[in-house]
């Protein structure tokens, strides 16, 4: 079955190349495992195939059945019911194609000397003209620096410093009452969509390591993970290292609550600043001091660096492997700035994963 018309040659390239790539990485089999399979009717491949190359498409389903274009052997409900499939574990899916990709075809091309890293990171998911949307939250923009109405996503994303492949998501409400603008309709807490709106309500920082134990459930490895200060508290750093065997490269927060052993004390990160005597000249950075995280005590190096956007301000870089180099440190972390930004795939996700995840049975499931 062709799932874009063969009337044009671009139509004829692009279903080529996603039968291909659906054929090399068995993607009806991980469907079937996620529990998208069916027993009788349209066989799931020939859907799937079809909202797959109608992503590179220039028209839309309905652009196409109103055009008289349409060429696929099934009816649009049959799209919406594969859709709205709550049993299906998109986040699972996801999570599983992505370690296909990596194992089999990244990373046999990545040498052993470079380094792989998971890459954290969170976006705003704007609803600002809803009112009624199950679970929408009051989200801080920190682009904007203004409160908005929608969520935030949270992705992880995997990534050797030339390439980056998104591993999963998922959408965060608000994890206090105060800022929930809207309740969320009962639900069977044993279901997959109880299961997704109840780790909505949960703290970022907690749903992060559930992202990166799946992933490496799924077969997906990588030395360090790396996200910015939003997430760089000591419990996250003590549980990648001792339940995750994972080190960390991450922003350190400038906050006076946040203390790291330091010369036989606790000191914040502004007072181990100011004991210390900075690097001169053109050096890449202006002060590395060895420390201790959390209550563990697991070592760590602070790197601190010139901040590039104020002059007169710096920025602190935490790396649990002391071993790396100072310029190393720097180096890796800024993988995480050289990849493609997370919006990008906003497009992606929204068709695949529904735009309105909370009003229907499945959040992002």
């Known amino acids: 079955m062709s799932s874009i018309p063969h009337k044009t040659e671009n139509g004829n390239e692009i279903f080529d ?28 491949m020939d859907i799937f195939r079809y909202l797959f190359c109608l992503i590179f498409s220039d028209r839309s389903m309905y652009m196409q059945r109103k055009t008289g274009v349409f060429e696929g052997g099934f009816c649009k409900n049959t799209v919406y019911r594969f859709l709205n499939n709550t049993k299906t574990n998109w986040q699972r899916f996801t999570t599983l194609l992505s370690a296909r990709i990596i194992n089999n ?3 046999p091309l990545t040498s052993d000397n470079r380094k792989d890293v998971f890459i954290i990171d969170d976006s705003l998911f704007d609803r600002s003209r809803s009112c009624k949307t199950e679970l929408l939250a009051r989200v801080f923009d ?10 935030r996503m949270l992705t992880l994303g995997w990534s050797d410093g030339n390439s980056f492949v998104p591993v999963n998501h998922c959408l965060l409400s608000a994890a206090e ?39 490496q459930k799924s077969g997906l490895s990588a030395k360090y993970v790396l996200f910015d200060s939003w997430f760089s508290s000591p419990k996250v750093v003590a549980a990648l290292k001792q339940e995750h065997g994972l080190d960390t490269i991450a922003m ?35 002060l590395s001091i060895n420390v201790t995280v959390g209550e563990e005590e697991i070592p760590a190096k602070i790197v601190c660096v010139r901040n590039k956007s104020k ?10 492997d002391t071993s790396l180099s100072e310029e ?9 700035w050289g990849i493609i930004p997370i919006s990008a795939f906003y497009p992606l996700y929204r068709y695949f994963f529904n735009t309105d995840f909370f009003q229907r049975a499945n959040i992002m499931n």
Not at 189 to 205: F, I, Y
Not at 256 to 272: A, C, H, M, P, T
Not at 328 to 336: A, C, D, F, S, V
């Open 252 to 286: 350190v927060k400038k906050s006076s609550k946040i203390k790291y052993g330091y010369q036989d004390g606790r000191f914040n990160i502004k007072e181990i600043y100011s004991k210390n005597r900075k690097r001169r000249g053109r050096s890449k950075y202006l």
């Open 105 to 107: 075809f990244m990373k």
């Open 311 to 320: 002059k007169k301000d710096w920025l602190a870089i935490l790396c649990t």
């Open 142 to 151: 920190h682009c904007s620096m203004k409160y908005k109405r929608g969520y």
């Open 328 to 336: 190393e440190i720097i180096r890796t972390y800024g993988k995480r």
């Open 17 to 44: 190349s996603a039968t291909k790539f659906l054929k090399e990485f068995q993607v009806g089999k991980l469907l079937f495992q996620c529990n998208a399979g069916k027993m009788k009717g349209i066989p799931v």
């Open 177 to 215: 009452d105060k800022n929930l603008l809207c309740e969320a309709s009962s639900y069977d807490g044993r279901s997959l969509a109880g299961k997704r709106r109840r780790q909505s309500r949960r703290k970022a920082t907690e749903v992060m390591l559930e992202l990166i134990h799946m992933a």
